[in-house]
């Protein structure tokens, strides 16, 4: 059974864990990078023992202390670099595996860094989520409860939305309500499966 991998990107608190649910809810599969990122670094792991050679300053009692990694990290080209170097690979491999082994006519994979990252390769199709950067710096500081200044860091460190919607093959506007944002997907999923339908009748 041929499967449609469509690549959901977009900037941090932007909004694509919530159109993930949409698309979920619409028969996608969902792999989440972020989900695979913690699994591939997760204790024991070869990941995790990378993350602590690389990076003792981010070590509490010999574990890798995430809010320290990030401090670490976010302002700081060269140790995001060597970060991104040793997970990217892990994470693009896991990911091919968990999307491969999906049954569904449909895959859905949530990758922050999809374009940076090069993940886009594994995608016949990208979609990006765009959303107010003083929003997501505000839901950000909240969530993490992590300062102002970290969360410009992080959200600097990112491609902007613009530069990812000229890269996407469509864009979700998340600047008002759910409803809204819903309806977007809709429309993109009902196109998706019109495509699907066509190419399927032009074989027969």
């Given amino acids: 059974m041929n499967k449609i991998v469509v690549g959901l990107t977009g900037g941090i608190c932007g909004g694509k864990s919530k159109a993930a649910e949409m698309f979920s809810s619409l028969g996608f599969a969902v792999v989440d990078a972020d989900v695979i990122s913690r699994k591939v670094t997760a204790c024991g792991t070869d990941g ?50 968990e999307i491969d082994a999906c049954d569904n006519s449909f895959v859905l994979a949530v990758v922050p860094l999809l374009f940076e990252a090069g993940f886009e390769k594994f995608c016949d199709f990208t979609v990006t989520v765009s959303c107010d950067e003083k929003i997501r710096i505000e839901r950000l500081i909240k969530r993490d409860n992590i300062t102002e200044e970290l969360a410009r860091r992080i959200v600097n460190s990112q491609m902007t939305d613009s530069v990812r919607e000229s890269k996407a093959d469509a864009c979700l506007y998340n600047d008002r309500d759910e409803k809204y944002l819903s309806s977007q997907v809709g429309r993109i999923v009902s196109e998706l499966s019109a495509k699907v339908n066509e190419n399927r009748n032009k074989k027969q």
């Avoid at 300053?57 to 060269?78: H, M, P, S």
Wanted: net charge positive; glycine share 4%; proline share 4%.
């Fill in 48 to 97: 995790e023992r990378k993350l602590a050679e690389n990076f003792p300053n981010a070590l509490t009692d010999g574990v890798i202390d995430r809010r320290k990694l990030r401090e670490l990290v976010f302002g700081d080209a060269a140790s995001l670099e060597k970060l991104n170097a040793i997970t990217h690979p892990l994470i693009a491999a896991q990911m091919k595996k």
